[in-house]
Antibody
Framework: QVQLVESGGGLVKPGGSLRLSCAAS????????MSWIRQAPGKGLEWVSY????????YYADSVKGRFTISRDNAKSSLYLQMNSLRTEDTAAYYC???????????WGQGIPVTVSS | QSALTQPASVSGSPGQSITISCTGT?????????VSWYQQHPGKVPKLMIY???NRPSGVSNRFSGSKSGNTASLTISGLQAEDEADYYC???????????FGIGTKVTVL
């Protein structure tokens, strides 16, 4: 069965950095696009970033552009999100999601909390 | 890229039908048939309910259906049940530089 397991979240001070990982299993990771999506406490869903199967195409939400970097290692079936210059408004649960070829998310991880606070 | 517009809340009695709207622009909802809908119960992970405007994934009840007219997509829940009480989000591909946009979310209450 498809499994997506995020790790690397936690508490960080404003201006700090954090690297999220997502370990995928139950499917051929290199055959799928992937995305990160976040949800601030009590708020709605916000798409963060997308990466194509080979990593050749990458997109970011305007709110994180220039601060976050998405990457993947197909040999390790893993997705990453490097988050720099973190702000309090980046506080959220971050979900790793499998991305279909027609722009929807068919599997989601359980989410990992990230708290940016002094 | 602004979020897609959804009503904050929709309610209905058991057995009734309700419809949730999702309004965008010609750059997203109106321009492509790449609208999806997600259900999220409190404290739970979002679940895909509808993709490509009208398609239901395997295992999703046929009480859920999707449609689109112009720049507005809709999710209809027929035969409303207590377990349908949740937040619902629409999402669309967009030809802006960001590629994805979510709706603000709609809280469905079963009276």
């Amino acid at each position: 069965q498809v499994q997506l397991v995020e790790s690397g979240g936690g508490l960080v001070k404003p201006g700090g950095s954090l690297r999220l990982s997502c370990a995928a299993s139950g499917f051929t990771f290199s055959d799928y696009y992937m995305s990160w999506i976040r949800q601030a406490p009590g708020k709605g869903l916000e798409w963060v970033s997308y990466i194509s199967k080979t990593g050749s195409r990458i997109y970011y939400a305007d709110s994180v552009k220039g601060r976050f970097t998405i990457s993947r290692d197909n040999a390790k079936s893993s997705l990453y999100l490097q988050m720099n210059s973190l702000r309090t408004e980046d506080t959220a649960a971050y979900y790793c999601a499998r991305d279909s070829s027609t722009w929807y998310f068919d599997y989601w991880g359980q989410g990992i909390p990230v708290t940016v606070s002094s | 890229q602004s979020a897609l517009t959804q009503p904050a809340s929709v309610s209905g009695s058991p057995g009734q039908s309700i419809t949730i709207s999702c309004t965008g622009t010609s750059s997203d909802v109106g321009g492509f048939n790449f609208v999806s809908w997600y259900q999220q119960h409190p404290g739970k992970v979002p679940k895909l309910m509808i993709y490509d405007v009208i398609n239901r994934p395997s295992g999703v009840s046929n009480r859920f259906s999707g449609s689109k007219s112009g720049n507005t997509a809709s999710l209809t829940i027929s035969g409303l049940q207590a377990e349908d009480e949740a937040d619902y989000y629409c999402s669309s591909y967009t030809n802006s530089s960001t590629r994805y946009v979510f709706g603000i979310g709609t809280k469905v209450t079963v009276l």
